[in-house]
């Protein structure tokens, strides 16, 4: 029930008016002198306890008159599709309708729902709506997503309406529905008073719709609680969809691409293809790998794909919405040379089985898989003559060298821009010896003795060091040490991995820091096998390809792409003032000038691969869906602030939802009757 005046509400408290009375005003018998009372008494007793009756009932019947007359001047409006159909009674009934319709275009409308579209289904409750208006009735349509569209002339051509609805599609943005009921209210307001007014929002109730929507509806601008709101909602359908792509090389001369998967009602798992133009402006085939989701991610190791990749990936099979199951890259990137790296040791027992060295040797030897080598090495002993540290793009110290001439050499490749890869706890030492101490002041480092018991990795939260690299896989607490470096101070460098004693209590493990132009990286504990076991974990090999990779400073490939209607801004070598082509996934061809070398471009409505050519340049840039904003969920609001339509009655409901039954007049007799009642009882019992 609603009330079309619910002010005179505020008068129910009346009710309770003839009870104040009775009370307050109550009639005292008359006093009448009577010589006997004995036959009085009698009577007396016969007659008081349908006398104190018949009392309560007139001071009833005045209550409920008092109260049927409240509730007939706040015109309440019964919603009841059987008594809707009684036409004198019918709210607003002879008042024509001015009617807007919300029609949503966000891409959760392509999800499909009883053999077709959500949109279609929506479509097509519009349709039998607008069948049942009459020839004074008016309506509006407004397209919206995230943005209003243009147009919302009222007609009375219900059929043309009808029709550009059945013709639209929905598009590939997320949803808003303040904008919208904003934006409907706004052309209600301008339409005349005495006109019955409406809005039907053909939508799903989308829940991410309501992120900027207020908690009270009467907060909207121009809201009229007086205007009928009506909507539809879908119930959640499973859905997966790939949320995130990223690239990087893996060191030797190939390129490794990552898809991140979402899933809502689903496992997010599954197979996909990576579908991949090696070369855009070449116009070479395309190259097609397999993978498989695993825990929402999969890695496609797909060798050398040659200068600036591009392509998409894929879900395999279909959900509930297709239009998500496809992401979309393209990367400037491009081969590098093989870069070398030099490991040096001390003594010959460190490449043996177990030791430090003999490990990263292993590292290095290996070549495929996700943890490729990241570099060539040569492993030399720290007493070789006419070692040049300059030759090398990075240095990784297995043990810190026993001759202190060391540290000047080391400190000056690092200020000149190289990589050093510290492991601080030698082969057997029982405690650092000077030499250490020199290096370690040399890294701005404050180092303490050794410290033996049990230690277990743990990654600290909170640190960016390792973004890019997916480490979730791992149990880091299974990898532990026997013996680590104390340290009594490390300003300046990051801890992006901790040991932890037994009782809890953390050391740096890995520390990193920028020194002069070079990276250092330093490792508190050892690679031998007899202090430290995380050479014989899995994570080994991933967490040395990073490392050197950070040590050579390898920077990840670019991503050159923009969200769905987003600009993106390109990049000449030229710097003259040119015409760009730049084609879009539907073929459609559009023109913009490049000046200083740059060109921006905004027509990106739909997902997919673009291409621009400026000759003798050329390129392809990627366009995916926004995955912020909660639209590939499917979720819808449990509570939408309209009345939500049946799907297998629609019209029915709109028409109880719009008229319903105003029973005021009903109230009224009503009233009258528990007046007649009232009056009639109260004669009765004088």
Same mark, same amino acid.
């Given at each position: 029930?609603?009330?079309?005046?619910?002010?005179?509400? /505020?008068?129910?408290?009346?009710?309770?008016?003839?009870?104040?009375?009775?009370?307050?005003?109550?009639?005292?018998?008359?006093?009448?002198?009577?010589?006997?009372?004995?036959?009085?008494?009698?009577?007396?007793?016969?007659?008081?306890?349908?006398?104190?009756?018949?009392?309560?009932?007139? $001071?009833?019947?005045?209550?409920?008159?008092?109260?049927?007359?409240?509730?007939?001047?706040? =015109?309440?409006?019964?919603?009841?599709?059987?008594?809707?159909?009684?036409?004198?009674?019918?709210?607003?009934?002879?008042?024509?309708?001015?009617?807007?319709?919300?029609?949503?275009?966000?891409?959760?409308?392509? #999800?499909?729902?009883?053999?077709?579209?959500?949109?279609?289904?929506?479509?097509?409750?519009?349709?039998?709506?607008?069948?049942?208006?009459?020839? =004074?009735?008016?309506?509006?349509?407004?397209?919206?997503?995230?943005?209003?569209?243009?147009?919302?002339?009222?007609?009375?051509?219900?059929?043309?309406?009808?029709?550009?609805?059945? !013709?639209?599609?929905?598009?590939?943005?997320?949803?808003?529905?303040?904008?919208?009921?904003?934006?409907?209210?706004?052309?209600?307001?301008?339409?005349?008073?005495?006109?019955?007014?409406?809005?039907?929002?053909?939508?799903?109730?989308?829940?991410?719709?309501?992120?900027?929507?207020?908690?009270?509806?009467?907060?909207?601008? !121009?809201?009229?609680?007086?205007?009928? $709101?009506?909507?539809?909602?879908?119930?959640?359908?499973?859905?997966? /969809?790939?949320?995130?792509?990223? +690239?990087?090389?893996?060191?030797?001369?190939?390129?490794?691409?990552?898809? *991140?998967?979402?899933?809502?009602?689903?496992?997010?798992?599954?197979?996909?293809?990576?579908?991949?133009?090696?070369?855009?402006?070449?116009?070479?085939?395309?190259?097609?790998?397999?993978?498989?989701?695993?825990?929402?991610?999969?890695?496609?190791?797909?060798?050398?794909?040659?200068?600036?990749?591009?392509?998409?990936?894929?879900?395999?099979?279909?959900?509930?919405?297709?239009?998500?199951?496809?992401?979309?890259?393209?990367?400037?990137?491009? #081969?590098?040379?093989?870069?070398?790296?030099?490991?040096?040791?001390?003594?010959?027992?460190?490449?043996?089985?177990?030791?430090?060295?003999?490990?990263?040797?292993?590292?290095?030897?290996?070549?495929?898989? %996700?943890?490729?080598?990241?570099?060539?090495?040569?492993?030399?002993?720290?007493?070789?003559?006419?070692? %040049?540290?300059?030759?090398?793009?990075?240095?990784? $110290?297995?043990?810190?060298?026993?001759?202190?001439? /060391?540290?000047?050499?080391?400190? &000056?490749?690092?200020?000149? +821009?190289? +990589?050093?890869?510290?492991?601080?706890?030698?082969?057997?030492?029982?405690?650092?010896?000077?030499?250490?101490?020199?290096?370690?002041?040399?890294?701005?480092?404050?180092?303490?003795?050794?410290?033996?018991?049990?230690?277990?990795?743990?990654?600290? %939260?909170?640190?960016?060091?390792? &973004?890019?690299?997916?480490?979730?896989?791992? &149990?880091?607490?299974?990898?532990?040490?026997?013996?680590?470096?104390?340290?009594?101070? !490390?300003?300046?460098?990051?801890?992006?991995?901790?040991?932890?004693?037994?009782?809890?209590?953390? *050391?740096?493990?890995?520390?990193?820091?920028?020194?002069?132009?070079?990276?250092?990286?330093? /490792?508190?504990?050892?690679?031998?096998?007899?202090?430290?076991?995380?050479?014989?974990?899995?994570?080994?090999?991933?967490?040395?390809?990073?490392?050197?990779?950070?040590?050579?400073?390898?920077?990840?490939?670019?991503?050159?792409?923009?969200?769905?209607?987003?600009?993106?801004?390109?990049? $000449?070598?030229?710097?003259?003032?040119?015409?760009?082509?730049?084609?879009?996934?539907? +073929?459609? =061809?559009? *023109?913009?000038?490049?000046?200083?070398?740059?060109? =921006? *471009?905004?027509?990106?409505?739909?997902?997919?691969?673009?291409?621009?050519?400026?000759?003798?340049?050329?390129?392809?840039?990627?366009?995916?869906?926004?995955?912020?904003?909660?639209?590939?969920?499917? @979720? #819808?609001?449990?509570?939408?602030?309209? %009345?939500?339509?049946?799907?297998?009655?629609?019209?029915?409901?709109?028409?109880?939802?719009?008229?319903?039954?105003?029973?005021?007049?009903?109230?009224?007799?009503?009233? @009258?009757?528990?007046?007649?009642?009232?009056?009639?009882?109260?004669?009765?019992?004088?």
């Amino acid at each position: 029930m609603r009330f079309l005046n619910p002010s005179i509400l /505020w008068l129910l408290p009346l009710g309770a008016l003839p009870v104040l009375i009775h009370f307050i005003f109550s009639l005292k018998p008359a006093r009448i002198e009577f010589s006997s009372v004995f036959l009085l008494w009698s009577v007396r007793r016969a007659r008081r306890r349908p006398t104190r009756l018949l009392q309560t009932l007139i $001071l009833l019947l005045r209550c409920l008159a008092v109260l049927a007359l409240v509730f007939a001047f706040s =015109k309440p409006v019964l919603e009841s599709g059987t008594l809707s159909r009684l036409a004198g009674f019918a709210a607003g009934a002879g008042r024509p309708l001015s009617l807007v319709l919300l029609a949503d275009r966000s891409y959760s409308m392509s #999800a499909s729902f009883g053999g077709r579209t959500r949109y279609a289904f929506a479509a097509g409750t519009a349709e039998r709506i607008l069948g049942t208006l009459g020839e =004074k009735d008016e309506a509006a349509l407004v397209f919206f997503d995230e943005s209003l569209g243009t147009g919302a002339d009222w007609t009375a051509d219900f059929g043309a309406l009808s029709k550009t609805l059945a !013709a639209a599609r929905p598009g590939y943005k997320a949803t808003d529905y303040r904008k919208a009921l904003e934006k409907a209210y706004g052309l209600l307001a301008l339409r005349p008073a005495g006109r019955k007014k409406a809005v039907l929002i053909l939508s799903d109730s989308a829940q991410n719709g309501f992120a900027g929507f207020p908690k009270n509806i009467s907060a909207l601008s !121009a809201y009229d609680p007086q205007a009928g $709101l009506m909507g539809l909602s879908f119930a959640q359908s499973p859905n997966s /969809w790939i949320r995130e792509l990223s +690239g990087r090389q893996d060191g030797a001369g190939g390129f490794e691409l990552s898809a *991140y998967s979402g899933s809502e009602g689903g496992d997010g798992g599954g197979e996909a293809a990576l579908s991949a133009l090696p070369s855009p402006s070449q116009g070479r085939a395309e190259k097609t790998i397999t993978g498989r989701f695993r825990n929402g991610a999969a890695v496609f190791d797909s060798g050398t794909l040659g200068p600036d990749p591009a392509g998409r990936v894929e879900l395999a099979g279909s959900d509930a919405l297709n239009s998500d199951n496809a992401a979309y890259f393209a990367f400037q990137w491009s #081969a590098p040379s093989e870069p070398k790296a030099l490991a040096l040791y001390n003594g010959e027992q460190a490449l043996r089985p177990g030791g430090g060295a003999y490990f990263i040797k292993k590292f290095f030897e290996a070549g495929s898989g %996700r943890a490729r080598r990241p570099a060539r090495a040569e492993f030399l002993q720290y007493s070789e003559e006419r070692i %040049r540290l300059g030759d090398y793009g990075a240095v990784i $110290l297995a043990g810190p060298p026993d001759d202190a001439r /060391w540290t000047k050499a080391v400190k &000056d490749y690092l200020s000149a +821009g190289g +990589g050093v890869f510290l492991i601080a706890v030698p082969d057997g030492r029982e405690s650092p010896g000077r030499e250490q101490d020199a290096l370690c002041k040399a890294f701005g480092l404050k180092c303490g003795g050794f410290s033996d018991g049990k230690f277990s990795l743990a990654q600290v %939260r909170g640190s960016a060091f390792f &973004d890019g690299e997916d480490f979730s896989g791992f &149990d880091l607490s299974k990898a532990t040490a026997r013996r680590i470096l104390l340290l009594d101070g !490390a300003s300046g460098f990051e801890v992006p991995w901790n040991f932890k004693d037994e009782a809890g209590v953390s *050391y740096p493990a890995l520390l990193y820091k920028r020194q002069g132009k070079g990276r250092l990286l330093v /490792w508190t504990s050892s690679f031998d096998l007899g202090l430290a076991d995380l050479p014989a974990k899995p994570v080994f090999a991933p967490f040395m390809a990073f490392n050197v990779k950070k040590l050579f400073a390898l920077a990840a490939p670019a991503s050159r792409s923009a969200p769905v209607d987003g600009l993106y801004e390109g990049r $000449l070598k030229s710097g003259d003032r040119v015409r760009v082509a730049v084609t879009a996934p539907d +073929g459609a =061809k559009a *023109y913009v000038f490049a000046e200083g070398g740059t060109f =921006k *471009y905004g027509l990106t409505s739909r997902p997919g691969l673009y291409r621009w050519s400026a000759p003798p340049e050329a390129g392809v840039f990627a366009v995916n869906l926004d995955h912020r904003k909660g639209e590939s969920a499917l @979720l #819808a609001s449990k509570n939408p602030p309209w %009345r939500v339509l049946r799907p297998e009655e629609p019209a029915a409901d709109f028409k109880s939802a719009l008229y319903g039954v105003e029973i005021s007049q009903f109230l009224l007799f009503l009233a @009258l009757a528990f007046f007649l009642a009232e009056f009639m009882l109260s004669r009765k019992a004088l």
